[in-house]
């Protein structure tokens, strides 16, 4: 979350107040799933690795939350950064994934350093109007020829719906439709795609490999859009 988009003070004390029981909130909201929330974090490190990232790649996290992805993230790529203005949140993403650099607010994260960004469930609580210049303040921290990955709820899949409901930290969520997220990235970056992932819960796990197959159809339970910044 950056500068006004991240830092309004209500949604910081709501996320300080949640740190501790992130998990468990994040476990609840999506237990028809059948799956945990590290389930979730792990199809994102396969997204960026089916995408072409890199081990050699640095990658930063930005909106990291508790830290469950930059964790993962920490195992696979040469340098992680991550980046959350809730300052519990934080210290548990620095405890969670102590190799990666949790850069304490937002002005700190260089520019022009990462090969790929993550906004991962970041862009819902984020108002509408803010939600631009949020998309360009993390493409600035791109190098030239770097990837976006954004990844939200898809407010077409009724599950989804649901979860969000559910979750207590999403009571102010204003989720996007997909059409919102390419047009925020091709404001920002060039070569914009977007794909349909998550479609099948735990029972029908067997399946899992024909979502690739599946990322055209609008009913996966989120979206994952990726953009490059220009000048590579």
């Known amino acids: 979350m950056t500068g006004v988009s991240l830092d309004r003070a209500s949604e910081v004390e709501k996320f300080d107040h949640y740190a501790p029981t992130y998990r468990e909130a994040h476990q609840r909201s999506v237990r028809l799933s059948g799956e945990g929330p590290e389930y979730f974090a792990e199809h994102k490190l396969g997204c960026l690795a089916r995408a072409g990232v890199s081990s050699a790649h640095s990658v930063l996290d930005y909106g990291c939350g508790t830290g ?87 407010p077409y899949n009724p599950l989804t719906r649901r979860a969000v409901r559910l979750c ?18 091709a404001g920002a970056l060039a070569s914009v795609r977007q794909d349909y992932v998550l479609f099948f819960p735990r029972p029908l796990a067997p399946l899992r490999p024909l979502e690739p197959w599946l990322a055209w159809f609008p009913l996966g339970a989120q979206t994952m859009t990726v953009g490059v910044r220009a000048g590579a």
């Open 168 to 185: 207590p930290f999403d009571d102010d969520a204003i989720l996007l439709p997909p059409r919102e997220v390419r047009a925020l990235l």
């Open 68 to 154: 469950s992805l930059t964790r993962l993230l920490c195992g696979r790529f040469a340098f992680v950064g991550a980046f959350d203005p809730s300052a519990e949140s934080a210290k548990l993403a620095r405890e969670q994934a102590p190799s990666a650099t949790v850069y304490g607010e937002e002005a700190a994260i260089p520019s022009e350093r990462f090969d790929a960004a993550v906004l991962s469930g970041v862009l819902h609580h984020v108002p509408p109007p803010e939600r631009s210049r949020l998309v360009q303040a993390v493409a600035a921290k791109l190098k030239p020829g770097g990837r976006l990955f954004v990844f939200e709820h898809n």
